[in-house]
């Protein structure tokens, strides 16, 4: 068998808490503070512990040619199975033509072709989530609640910085006139909030539907910028006028549509759908994908965010900004959907707490070449509630007193 050290290898030195050997025997039970190595690794998104031995065993590998396992391991003094013990737990990649070693192969030499950045792989991966449920949705949303929680954060991590920033090097000041946020667009912009209280006794007509999908995703123009590549426009902008971001609408409560997970095709308007379900599955899907924020689950369709790697960075390859700039061109979409929304009165919100994993498993979608962001929700809002959403007050200069975030 011959290795080669994983690439790419991103190394984290944690600290670790175990039980104190010295101090049980002394009849104390005590923890005692140890470091330990692990490989981040970006395809399963696993912490794959590594022994000191191991480490030095990597440190003296390339990942770029193959090394007998034999010869490794007369180098390092350790028995040959040492190598091929690490090879099945994935710290090194072997040659070996069994299923684990050679996906991991074909893995990592997927990463490499999609164009992936080594530490953005490595964050996506290891942030994923799959089955999570936080405890947004049970726990007490009170006031009173509310408050105890802002002064317990405060007790443990000081008083929050303040909202508005003043930068003591200035050297002067100007005042700037006030303009008025009047006019169609300042109406909606003034009224845009998110809604956490969804009617879930009439579902959302498909007109309203297709107005803020289409609006958000669908193709506004095109421009051709050389032979056979032509640039798609949509209302949001886009880094590199790639419009890499897909929409998958898991359908609820739409009148007229199929309860399901749907693809929005932008190329001609239309809804390809992916997996059906009956809509008890459909509204219990819509909760557990957002991580148990069960006032999310009533909406009547949430419409995922769904990068295609591939597409964005065949131009940005292993680019630093990458990551963050397909990440800002959701935050585009999601505005324009919140906006589209508003303007028809509807409840609308982002979620990016939501279980990643799942929805990549559910629609079938290759995690090296897919990222799913985050999910805008749409619905009816339910007039009769409004208990989880912001009151802000209108923002005046003059009111001195100082905002809490
Ligand atoms: C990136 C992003 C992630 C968000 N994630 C959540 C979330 O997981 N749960 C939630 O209740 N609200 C979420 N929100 C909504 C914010 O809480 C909301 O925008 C904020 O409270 C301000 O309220 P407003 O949108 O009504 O102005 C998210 C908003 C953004 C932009």
Known sequence: MRVRRRNPCLIQIDDVLALDLGALLRGRSELAADTAACLLCPISGQRIRIPDTELRVIAGLTSDRWHLATEVAATHAVPVSV???MAARGLVCSDSNEIPAKALRQAEDRLHAV??????????ALSRWRSVEGEEGAREHGDLAQLERLRSQEAAY?????????H?????????????LD?????????????????????LPLAEFSRVLGGTFGATGTET?????VAVKRTSPSGGALHPIDAYPLVVDVAGVAPGFYHYQSRDNSLALIRPMTPEEARRQASALTAGQTYFGNASTLVFHVARLDRH?????????????VLLDSGHLSQTFYLLATERSLGVFFTAAMNDGDVLDLLGLDPLCEMVIGANGLGLVDTTDDRLDLHPSPYSPDAGREPVA
């Open 83 to 85: 190598i091929e013990d």
């Open 115 to 124: 164009g992936w950045h080594p530490q953005a792989a490595v964050l996506e």
């Open 158 to 166: 000081g008083v929050i910085p303040p909202h508005f920033h003043i």
């Open 168 to 180: 003591r090097d200035a050297s002067s000041h100007l005042k700037l006139v006030h303009q008025p």
């Open 183 to 203: 006019g169609p667009l300042g109406e909606v912009l003034t009224r845009r909030r998110t809604s956490r209280h969804l009617r879930t006794d009439t579902p």
């Open 225 to 229: 910028l050389a032979p056979g590549m």
């Open 313 to 325: 960075h065949w131009k940005y390859r292993r680019h630093p900004k990458a990551y963050k700039a």
